[in-house]
């Protein structure tokens, strides 16, 4: 039996490193590249280069290895061991040795034409949120943040199910869609593009006219912004729209429009999302730390004292911030999102039910400004009333981090500029229905998307 067994192993393992040294470009290599790569990595796409031809990947086949085995690339920051995610996009250690072996044997291509990869079938948006005017990006050396108001209104109550983003600067970080259904601001436009701010001012008294705005949606490279089948997100009419826009540094000026697109839900939307947001002034526990400091913002002509509370993270230390939310109502939660800039390094969330359970959400454990996903839950987390979310972030404003805007370090408040910090926490929900909890989140098969 234990000689039977022995030739077994032996057998089995020749033809699994037998099949692994066939491996060739077109077979094998290239699915992986296409699934793993292809959202961001194709010709046009919002990667700096294109990946899926053979003369690219193999190009830069080795660097791409390093980069996989690294967990550098494909970009998924969330701890696997923490929880799973329906979107999740990780490459497995069979694919890793099929790329390395492919390059130990001199990277054959393979015969065989490369067929186009699969693009999303178009689709006419019911409603696009554009910005009026273009607008010229300078080249600058830092990160900007721009608000850019949209002069236009909701013509009717939509469901939205589907945001198709379509940032006119390649590359763009992230946009986030706002929305004040109030329609009670009213702006001055004296700037071409409609800019709310430079991108480089002190939080203190400049965003006064977002008191009224919520956040939407937002989209960022690789991301995916689609709501589960018959969703839907409300914007009643006469809303009134603000975009955000995250831009890298370049050296070169651009001249650009930037665009939503919206698919309204098929009929009348089955569940209604709400967005819970948990944020890292209102909601930090102060008694547990005394490593920090926190502040009001002072009074102003346009801001009441005391109308959000700041954090403030001192140069030359490590700090975790702690906040939680507990919920007033049972829900049904189907997808998260971490916000933070470049100071955070790793991010864990939970929440425990009043019973005394720990639902563990998302824990990164390298924390990249550049990668900020929603993850979507293959089933409802169910979130009896009472359940208390929390969330701990830790900031690293040393030398030794890398991202830190500033050296030597400077001192970080809360802000919504890049060289500042955020610590904000996004749950998307529904209202709770009795049976959610055993439930699958399905999603249409096709987003859709016009650009990706």
């Not at 639902?359 to 009896?384: C, G, K, S």
């Amino acid at each position: 039996m234990l000689y039977r067994a022995i030739t077994v192993y032996i057998s089995w393992t020749f033809v699994f490193w037998g099949a692994l040294s066939a491996q060739t470009y077109i077979k094998d290599v290239r699915p992986i590249v296409v699934k793993r790569c292809g959202v961001c990595h194709h010709e046009g796409g919002m990667a700096p280069f294109p990946l899926i031809k053979y003369e690219d990947f193999s190009r830069k086949a080795t660097t791409a290895l390093a980069a996989i085995e690294s967990g550098l690339m494909p970009p998924w920051p969330a701890d696997t061991s923490y929880r799973r995610f329906l979107n999740e996009n990780v490459v497995t250690e069979k694919e890793k040795q099929i790329i390395k072996q492919w390059i130990e044997n001199g990277k054959p291509r393979g015969k065989g034409r490369e067929k186009p990869i699969p693009l999303p079938k178009p689709w006419k948006p019911d409603y696009t949120i554009f910005m009026q005017d273009s607008f010229t990006l300078y080249a600058h050396d830092k990160d900007r943040y721009l608000l850019f108001h949209v002069p236009q209104k909701a013509e009717k109550d939509m469901n939205v199910s589907v945001f198709a983003y379509r940032p006119g600067f390649a590359q763009t970080h992230h946009t986030e869609l706002f929305v004040d259904s109030t329609a009670s601001q009213t702006f001055e436009f004296t700037r071409p593009g409609f800019v709310l701010n430079d991108g480089n001012e002190n939080y203190e008294g400049r965003y006064d006219f977002m008191r009224n705005y919520y956040y939407l949606s937002g989209w960022l490279p690789g991301n995916r912004y689609i709501l589960p089948t018959r969703f839907g997100m409300r914007i009643p009419k006469g809303s009134q729209f603000m975009l955000m826009e995250h831009y890298a540094p370049t050296d070169k000026d651009y001249t650009f429009k930037s665009e939503v697109s919206l698919k309204f839900t098929q009929g009348k939307p089955k569940r209604y999302v709400t967005e819970l947001t948990m944020h890292g002034h209102s909601d930090l526990v102060y008694t547990e730390y005394d490593n920090y400091a926190y502040f009001h913002l002072t009074k102003s002509d346009s801001m009441q004292e005391s109308a959000m509370t700041m954090f403030k993270i001192p140069a030359g230390k490590v700090v975790t911030l702690h906040a939680k939310k507990t919920l007033d109502k049972d829900w049904s939660c189907f997808a998260v999102c971490p916000h933070a800039h470049h100071l955070a390094r790793k991010i864990v969330t939970y929440a425990v039910t009043p019973s005394g359970d720990t639902l563990p959400l998302v824990r990164i454990n390298d924390w990249r400004a550049e990668w900020q996903l929603m993850y979507l839950t293959q089933r409802f987390i169910y979130f009896p009333k009472g359940t208390t979310v929390h969330m701990f972030f830790t900031f690293d404003n040393t030398e030794n981090n890398p991202e830190n805007p500033y050296f030597p370090p400077r001192d970080a408040i809360y802000s919504f500029n890049a060289d500042q910090e955020m610590m904000e926490f996004f749950l998307f929900c529904v209202p709770y229905k009795p049976g959610d909890e055993r439930k699958k989140v399905k999603y249409p098969k096709s987003a859709g998307y016009l650009f990706e």
